[in-house]
């Protein structure tokens, strides 16, 4: 039987932040739906998502920690998988909250800078009523923070 190769992986066998967020993004459009609607608890569900996810690429190779200390703050994720390292903050969108993507942009800009890294995810999960079907609305686009770090912003 072919041994399967990941997706995220390089072929020196080193994590590929490009590829793993493509497949994050399929595997949330395939399969978010249907795992939020089955969990009774609606505001931690796409955290457990996304960690199930993670936890699947790691696979004993590495590590996700949850609530990393940097500084006087708490970072929600870094995924460490060899010599390699992902910084992510999550946050929802909540009804009549503003849009989160500024506040996060400025809180990763200070855990990367503590990390001694360039890039991370900031992971918007909207949860107002009303709005598009989960796959129509889950989008990438790149972005800086106010320190000139470039951030993934996935919006799911």
Do not use: C
Request: charged fraction near 30%.
């Amino acid at each position: 039987m072919p041994v399967i190769a990941p997706t995220w992986l390089r072929r020196d066998g080193r994590l590929d932040p490009e590829r793993l967020l493509e497949a994050f993004v399929a595997f949330w459009r395939q399969h978010a739906e249907a795992l939020l609607a089955s969990t009774p608890y609606a505001e931690i569900a796409p955290h457990l998502v996304l960690m199930a996810f993670l936890h699947r690429v790691v696979n004993g190779r590495g590590r996700v920690e949850r609530e990393v200390a940097i500084g006087s703050g708490r970072m929600d994720l870094l995924v460490e998988y060899g010599q390699d390292r992902l910084a992510m903050e999550l946050k929802v969108w909540r009804p009549g909250d503003p849009d989160p993507k500024r506040e996060g942009l400025a809180q990763l800009d200070g855990y990367l800078e503590g990390l001694g890294l360039d890039r991370g995810w900031l992971l918007i999960f909207d949860r107002r009523p009303g709005i598009a079907r989960l796959r129509d609305r889950t989008t990438t686009e790149v972005a800086l923070t106010p320190g000139g770090r470039e951030v993934t912003v996935i919006r799911a």
